[in-house]
């Protein structure tokens, strides 16, 4: 400990030997993004065990003007939790501050640690007759204060909305290591701006969100999940309306995913099987739910509307869940896109949003218009219809394998083709970011096509809050002129 500066010595203090350490190997795992296309350095990795460690590690950095870098599940898709290459931040670690402090399950809230894992919260709210709303592909390892901080979305987000919908309250610790104690769940309160909703989605830039006080729903007492084949996202999007208005308040899930999806599921994730007989070119994943007793039995409601939509030529063909396992396996093919595309090859992958309305034909003028103008890729949008959310990925020219082939033309293809897609994005009023954040990935993308007003506002705001920079820079607010990210 002796050769190290003396407010580390003390920030070492602060956490002790459990929550400190150092060396190289210790730290490897957390320097790189889950994607592996950032790898950063940092001086230490710093676990706290509260808030109020938080706040003291805080008024240290704020005193040496050190950078702190927040981290929760390190499942982040924008290098928003990595740290930069020089050195000297401290990459701040929430994992051990993982409590569930209280669940009313009456007034259906609760209060947990911002370290805490999402499926873990899922597993304590079942035992109460509550769940969270929310739930993504990574919920075995994505954090209360990471789905906070970037207001993540997920599955859901058509019958509950996002992250930013389903927080009552926050904790956070800002960047003179003062504590925001914001968790009580007011309804009502006009006591000017609302750090609360600058905290969320902040990325960690404004401050570090310590706990979190949820809104939670009465546990499903049954669900009922189909999958459906029709030929077009048009024909999807004519379904989804035909749903959403006869039984919109039971509808929670609307998935759309093309066959070139569902094929390297199946090719590259274990344990996939098709769900239905003969391959749609696109496919719809579907899930009504129950979680009041007086409502309709979803799997006689997902069969009758199924029907009717059969009858009017807006499905091909459609399998309903037999059971829960069977229900799960349909969410297994929506979830492991993302892994089964890394596996196929290297793909540009976009985390964007349109108008809903606008999703289908987006879908397929911008897929064609990428593939037209850079020959040998191919285009996979999938995503989130009921709410705009396109993931739209793409795929590298056969040719160009993985490996050093695949980094380098992945390099040159995110200031070529990534650019075509955000301005396509932007010219249909959508935006560039829907659900994983601005982090590194996006910060310059977003200050070339944004009005000089968020511009303004965004610098304006973490000037004001975090004067000295020290709280996760480089990430989501475009830097000045003349300035560097630490």
Known sequence: MSEIPDWLNSMAEIVGSKGFTSASDDMAPWLTDWRGRYTGKALALISPASTEEVSAIAKIANAHAIALVPQGGNS???????????????????????KIRDIDAGGQLT???????LENLHEALNDHGQRFPLTLGGKGSATIGGLVSTNAGGTQVLRHGAMRSLVAGLEAVLPDGSIYNGLSPLKKDNRGYDL?????GGEGTLGIVTAATLKTVPALIDRCVAWAGVASPQAAYALFKFLNAREGQSLEGFEIVPKTCLDAVLEHIPDTRPPLNDSASWNVLIEFVRDQELATDPRE??????????????????????????AEAFWKIRDSISEAERASGPALQHDISVPVARMADFITTAGTQIEEAYTGTKVAAFGHMGDGNVHFHVKAPTEIKAGRDGSQWMERSSQTISRMVHDLVVAEGGSISAEHGIGQTKRDELERLSGDARILVLRAIKSAIDPKNIMNPGKLVPLASGTSAS
């Open 301 to 326: 409601l997902v069969e009758k509307l199924l029907a009717e939509a059969l009858e009017q030529g807006l499905i091909q063909d459609a399998a309903i869940a037999s059971n829960e396992s069977q």
């Open 76 to 98: 982040g898709m924008v290098g928003g939790a990595t740290p930069d290459k020089t050195g000297q931040s401290i990459l701040l670690s929430l994992r051990r501050m993982n």
């Open 111 to 117: 209060v947990c640690d911002a370290g805490l894992i």
């Open 196 to 200: 609360k909703q600058l905290l969320i």
